[in-house]
């Protein structure tokens, strides 16, 4: 399990290589990445606030709870906070297991609870409006899924 | 009891603290929260909305109705939009 939380961008492709060759006899790998999205171009940044300490232990509970429910080999977050521009990488999980049902739901259980569950903010900056992003009633509902 | 108390994202920019140390007898968090709505317009400001705002005592999430008996670090902040 690899959590790291940080302000510097990681490099994605580097990453998901480096997370599936320290994997030994697996048979699936699955990655996500989150990016800084421009809904009709007026997004100039967004910044992400977190909670430096709850972080990472937010995240490391929310990981050993998908090592619980699914057979896996190793599971990565990587999740950034500070200022960052349209088309920049947030985050990314990466799964791995033996086959690929687990690595997909283990990945798709990281995101849902990192969405709702992991103390980070968004603020979104755009001309002379800078506004904090509301939590979804969907992101909280997507809960519900994993019982 | 003295408690380390940290704001974040818009309730640290309402309140205009990113923390603060309090000494207080409060029970539990809602009784905390009664106790800073009654400091100042900024906090009850801040706080006028609950439904709005979550807890962390001891960075772990909890209820307003949680007891403040020995935890050390309370922490309030809106719903989480990580991701």
Known sequence: MQIRVQETPFDYGAESARFTDGCNGIGAVVTFCGIVRNDGGALQAMEIEHYPGMTERALAQIAEEAARRWTLADCLIIHRFGRMAPGEKIMMVATASAHRADAFAAADFLMDYLKSRAPFWKKEFSGDSAEWVAAKDADEAALGRWG | ?83
């Open chain 2, 1 to 83: 009891m003295t408690l380390e108390i940290l704001y974040f994202a818009w309730l640290r920019e309402r309140i205009g603290l990113p923390r603060e140390t309090v000494t207080t007898e409060a029970a539990t968090v809602a009784d905390l929260v009664a106790e800073l709505r009654a400091r100042e317009d900024r906090y009850a400001l801040a706080f006028s909305d609950l439904a709005s705002v979550r807890v962390a005592l001891d960075q772990d999430l909890a209820e307003f109705d949680a007891p403040l008996a020995g935890v050390r670090e309370v922490a309030f902040f809106p719903p989480m939009t990580g991701g």
